[in-house]
């Protein structure tokens, strides 16, 4: 069972380590977001949502009157923008589709500097980039079961956990290493299984799809079945006459009585501009631990309301509150926090149990200071996942800021920047004594997170002495993450250099004996 837990946790750590960790990230996408789109001005007065989809409803007809179906997402106090997609004729755009954000106030399209934002680090999370998000995702799903596996083999491995939960050792090598792995393990247990569990639970029918082949047939039940799971209606045949569209703020004035709430998630059409036209208002995420659709169907043009869907089966409520539980959109500030800070433990639990993969066994080389082919690539590994990820997610912050803002596909630049310099991460880490590459990349993500908010005051107009003044917290959070970030790779920098050197054996002795520490690897 041991073997099972370190196994399972060793062959896709580094997968499962940068899955937790831009996880955790994910939390806070929109304020992220918000973040690396400075040229949009923070939002200082209550939005209402009917008036907001009726502005950016008459927007999206003007720049796309042939859309045959868009989708708006309205904002629910963390977006500064409205995002909104459609899809348009082949013949017209050959990608199928637009998008864009919109000024809330205005309604009118916004010109912002292109990026995915902190929508990066959320899709990464799930399907990785380079990929097809199928093959992306299968692997993600591959990881999370290797995580499961690890959990319940970790538990009954250790027998002591809980005892063990209340003892920590500085300072003593393997054992301090295993000691950290056990606190951060047991702390968040119920929340790494649940995270995980939901986690293949969001994507079940990709993974076991046999059961869902057997039982739907014919294209009505594939219909039943997307009704079930999303709020997005399927559009019909268009009718041969044309006619416009309803008023859009009563449509989402209706929903709001009916649910009691201003809480309005989602509005979208089908056919829009067409007789046949559909409008689905749906409800927002916040306080409800559920993704199930919750949405009323309209007739486009005449605004009578068609259909409710307020319901769905027993299964589909179960996989709509697993599926809530893992996305956590429904918390509100303070779950928001501990969700990040528990989901952030688990990334120093995945970490650890890296770290300490090779601590633990270089005790046993027959000789330390050359060891075998395996153990110098998971070391190496360990490095560029663990310290050389944080520089790769802090340079695609401070390309969002250096890159120019009128480049071409400028968005996917940022993306670049991030795998090459994690790529360099990787080869500094082949290139250099083991000790002196943890030390130099910990040193270089401490600088490069400590020096953001300098940078984000010398390429914008909104530094962190302006955002205090005018309250613009989300300007104010991040400088200061930034900065408390800084300080933890800085100490892990400091401790790693200092043990190192505590540990140097004398000059000229014999040292057959294992440095069992992280920093001891630089004897390699």
């Not at 491995?157 to 920590?168: L, S, W, Y």
């Amino acid at each position: 069972m041991s073997d099972l837990h370190t196994w399972t946790g060793l062959l896709l750590g580094w997968v499962l380590y940068a899955m937790f960790l831009t996880g955790t990230v994910s939390f806070f996408k929109e304020e992220l977001s918000q973040w690396m789109r400075p040229e949009l001005p923070r939002v200082t007065q209550a939005l209402d949502p009917a008036v907001v989809a009726e502005r950016v409803a008459d927007e999206i007809g003007r720049i796309a009157p042939n859309a045959t179906q868009w989708s708006i997402k309205l904002p629910e106090g963390r977006s500064n923008s409205v995002y909104a997609f459609w899809r348009l004729p082949i013949a017209q755009d050959p990608r199928g589709f637009g998008e864009g954000h919109f000024d809330a106030v205005t309604g009118r399209q916004v010109e912002a500097r292109g990026t995915l934002g902190g929508d990066f680090f959320y899709r990464f999370h799930f399907q990785f980039y380079y990929m097809s998000p199928f093959w992306g995702r299968l692997l993600a799903g591959l990881a999370a079961m290797f995580m499961l596996i690890a959990i319940v083999a970790g538990v009954i491995t250790h027998k002591k956990i809980f005892t063990d939960f209340f003892t920590f050792r500085w300072s003593k090598g393997q054992r301090s290493w295993l000691d950290a792995h056990n606190a951060l393990s047991v702390f968040g247990l119920p929340f790494h299984v649940m995270i995980t569990y939901t986690g293949l639970v969001t994507l079940m029918a990709l993974y076991v799809p046999w059961g869902e082949r057997a039982a739907i047939k014919t294209p009505a039940e594939r219909q039943q079945l997307m009704a079930e799971l999303s709020a997005f209606i399927q559009p019909g045949k268009p009718a041969a006459e044309a006619a416009p569209l309803g008023s859009i703020e009563t449509m989402v004035r209706q929903a709001q009585v009916r649910w009691g709430t201003p809480d309005v998630g989602r509005v979208n059409a089908a056919n829009p501009g067409n007789a046949a036209a559909r409008i689905a208002v749906t409800r927002g995420d916040a306080g409800r631990v559920s993704m199930s659709p919750d949405y009323l169907e309209f007739d486009g043009v005449t605004g009578k309301l068609l259909t409710v869907h307020d319901h769905v089966g027993a299964a589909a409520e179960t996989r709509g509150v697993l599926y809530a539980l893992h996305i956590g959109r429904f918390s509100d500030l303070e779950t928001r926090w501990l969700y990040f800070i528990v989901s952030f433990m688990g990334t120093a639990m995945v970490g650890t149990g890296l770290v300490m993969w090779t601590v633990k066994r270089r005790q046993k080389l027959p000789d330390p200071e050359r060891p075998y082919f395996g153990f110098r690539l998971v070391e190496r590994l360990n490095i560029a996942s663990i310290a050389g990820l944080s520089i790769a997610m802090t340079a695609f912050l401070w390309a969002n800021r250096l890159l120019p803002t009128a480049m071409a596909e400028r968005a996917f630049w940022e993306i670049h920047v991030f795998f090459i310099v994690w790529g360099l991460t990787l080869l500094h880490a082949l290139l250099r004594p083991a000790r002196a590459a943890w030390v130099e990349q910990l040193w270089t993500a401490a600088a490069l997170l400590a020096l953001i908010p300098v940078l984000n005051a010398m390429t914008t107009l909104r530094p962190l002495w302006h955002s205090f003044a005018v309250g613009d917290w989300v300007f104010v959070g991040t400088d200061l993450m930034c900065w408390t970030l800084a300080l933890l790779h800085a100490v892990l920098a400091i401790r790693t250099a200092r043990h190192g050197a505590r540990v140097r054996p004398p000059r000229g002795s014999a040292t057959r004996h294992a440095l069992p520490t992280m920093s001891s690897e630089a004897a390699t």
